[in-house]
């Protein structure tokens, strides 16, 4: 395997992509990225299953950063009508008491720049 004629071709094809397509705005515009020259990920059709998304939380980059949650923070952007429909009939003190509810807490990135003026 040639890491550096890989490496070579990753390269033009990133600015390919760059020169061939706008800001990604929907899951589509990622889609026909992999068109180009990078295959299709396989778990692209299971990209917005719980199950899924839980495993990547649990084996991703930063895995410790998902705890066991016992109380909704203030500090929480949503509120009781909008969770409890995704709590398979459960309240939310219920799924709490339950120990059913996990949070990721990521204020160390707020205030933080983003590209294109975003916060």
Request: glycine content about 2%.
């Given at each position: ?75 929480f952007g949503a509120n009781v009508f909008e ?37």
């Open positions: 395997w040639d890491i550096k004629s890989m490496s070579t071709k990753l390269k033009l094809d990133a600015k390919l992509i760059g020169l061939t397509s706008d800001k990604w705005e929907s899951l589509q515009d990622l889609k026909n990225i992999f068109k180009l020259s990078l295959s299709e990920p396989s778990c692209l059709p299971r990209w917005n299953d719980d199950k899924w998304f839980a495993m990547q939380r649990l084996q991703g980059l930063n895995p410790i950063s998902i705890q066991l949650c016992l109380e909704i923070p203030e500090s969770l409890e429909p995704m709590l398979e009939n459960l309240t939310l003190r219920d799924a709490l008491d339950a120990h059913r509810i996990f949070i990721v807490d990521l204020k160390i990135l707020k205030n933080l720049p983003c590209k294109d003026d975003r916060t």
